[in-house]
Structures are given as C-alpha cells and as structure tokens.
C-alpha cells in the first residue's frame, strides 16, 4: 500500500437505528479519510454519533448509506484488524489474569500457538507497565491499570487501527492525565495508528494529530482540524473549536 494513500476511507456515511416506533439518525453524510500512524480524534457533543461511527468502522453497525473501507476494501463485519477498547473497567474477562486476558485474544483471533501467544502478550504487558502484575485477577487491579490491560490487549493484535471510545473517561483526572501521557509515549515507540473519541477538547488537543469536529445530533463534520503543539497554537485552537460547537454557523462555512 502506498505510503499516503488512505488507511481508512469513510465516505457519505448515514448511520441509523431503527427502533420499533421511529428511526434515530445518528450521524448524516460523513466522511473522512485517516492515514497510517495518524491518532486520529473523533470529537463532538454528548448524542452527536462518535460512538455510533467508531462502531461502524468496527464493523458492528453497517451504513444506510455511503461506505467505510479500509485499506481499499469494504468494511462489513468486525475482524481482528480492528481492536476496540472501551469507557468501561468491565470489559476483561473477570476469570482470566492480566496475561491470560491478553493472551487469550491473541490465541482466539490470530490462531497463534499457546507459546507465541503467551510471549507476545508478555511483551505487551510489559509496554503498559504491567509486567508486576501479568497474573493478578482484573478485581485486584484499580480502574488505570484494568485500561492499560485492555490496551495492551488491543496493541497485542496488532490491528490495523486501535477504536478507542472515551477509554479515560471514567477515571479521575490525576490518572486520566496520567493515561494520555502514556498512550502518547506509546505512540511514540510503536507509531499505532489509534481513531480515539472524545468529548473534551483538552483531550482531543492533547491527544490528536487530527481532529474531526462532529456537530450536534446528528452528527455532521463540522470540520477537520490539525492539531497543535505550541501553547499559543493550543489556546488558539480552542477557542476555534469553542466557536464552532456553539454557534449555528453552516456546517459548510467551517471547513478549516
Ligand atoms: P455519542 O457517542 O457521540 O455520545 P452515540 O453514538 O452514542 O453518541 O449516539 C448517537 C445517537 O444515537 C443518540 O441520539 C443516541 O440516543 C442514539 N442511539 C445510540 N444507540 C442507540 C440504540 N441502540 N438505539 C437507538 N438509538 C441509539
Ligand atoms: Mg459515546
């Protein structure tokens, strides 16, 4: 695949649910394109669709219209290539150690032999700083390392690109400080590409290389930004960002 052509190419996309007595649009029309490497931000308001979106790029939920493909092929249902961690401390198997948890994906997904499966699952435990604690049960582990577990187990996959949704977002502000520093150094030393939603902007700045700006329910790109890194720059792109979430200017007359 050549270098800049689009990991991840969203096109016109329409997501809806369809619930007995109505059909909720969760977000109209929208594209994007994401490269490899990218720590690509969703953001926009509670309900605006970020979860939705993430979901269909997971493979979960399928477009009314328009479509996702990756790496130039259609995305029709979940697959390995594509790892998603979540909001919620719950979402390792209680039963199974930190290793275990990790390990078992591999060996499930990747049908690696136990041995391999348990080497690389070191090795990504390892990376979140868990190594301590590889056969501790998730119960004994604090709501910090359960995420740093289900990361490692997303990064262990080796996916194509890591779905996290709000994955610090129910941790305190110290350790969801804490959380971002880490992922951005493991970025550092793997170059992941990871599409990460959010609905803070501090975040979104502090973690994104690109953000996509959804509008309030439903979601519309708003616009696409690049992120900054000089303090003026991040002050700037903030109150750029204020802006646009809160005033009723046309979708169209953003574009930045
Ligand atoms: P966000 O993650 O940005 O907060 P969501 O993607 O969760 O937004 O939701 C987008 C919209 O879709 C909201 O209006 C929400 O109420 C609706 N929605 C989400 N999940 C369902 C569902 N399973 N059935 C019906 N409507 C849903
Ligand atoms: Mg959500």
Same mark, same amino acid.
């Not at 577990?149 to 996916?159: F, K, L, N, S, Y």
């Given at each position: 695949m050549d270098r800049d052509e689009p990991l991840l190419k969203v096109s016109g996309v329409t997501l809806q649910y369809k619930t007995t007595s109505h059909i909720v649009t969760a977000t109209y029309r929208v594209g994007f394109e994401m490269l490899k490497s990218d720590r690509f931000v969703l953001l926009g308001p509670s309900g605006c669709g970020k979860s939705t979106l993430q979901k269909a790029v997971g493979g979960y939920i399928t477009p009314?219209?328009?479509?996702?493909?990756? =790496?130039?092929?259609?995305?029709?249902?979940?697959?390995?290539?594509? @790892? @998603?961690?979540?909001?919620?401390?719950?979402?390792?198997?209680?039963?199974?150690?930190?290793?275990?948890?990790?390990?078992?994906?591999?060996?499930?997904?990747? =049908?690696?032999?136990?041995?391999?499966?348990? +080497?690389?699952?070191?090795?990504?435990?390892? /990376?979140?700083?868990?190594s301590k604690f590889a056969n501790s049960y998730?119960? @004994?582990?604090?709501?910090?390392?359960?995420?740093?577990?289900?990361?490692?187990?997303? @990064?262990? /996959?080796?996916?194509?690109?890591?779905? /996290? +949704?709000?994955?610090?977002?129910?941790?305190?502000?110290?350790?969801?400080?804490?959380m971002q520093d880490e992922l951005l150094s493991l970025w550092d030393k793997t170059r992941f590409t990871v599409m990460f939603v959010t609905h803070s902007i501090a975040e979104a700045i502090k973690i994104g290389n690109r953000i996509l700006l959804l509008s309030p329910h439903p979601g519309r790109v708003r616009a696409e930004l690049n992120s900054a890194t000089t303090p003026e720059d991040v002050a700037h792109l903030e109150r750029q960002i204020h802006e646009m979430l809160f005033s009723e200017a046309a979708p169209e007359a953003a574009h930045a």
């Open positions: 009314t219209e328009g479509e996702m493909r990756l =790496k130039g092929k259609l995305i029709t249902k979940p697959g390995p290539d594509r @790892m @998603m961690v979540f909001q919620e401390f719950d979402q390792l198997l209680p039963w199974k150690t930190v290793q275990q948890n990790v390990a078992f994906a591999l060996e499930a997904a990747k =049908k690696m032999p136990k041995r391999e499966a348990a +080497d690389r699952a070191g090795h990504y435990v390892e /990376m979140v700083g868990l998730p119960h @004994m582990l604090s709501g910090g390392m359960k995420q740093r577990v289900a990361i490692a187990r997303g @990064m262990a /996959m080796e996916p194509d690109i890591l779905l /996290m +949704d709000e994955p610090f977002a129910a941790l305190d502000a110290l350790t969801r400080r804490k």
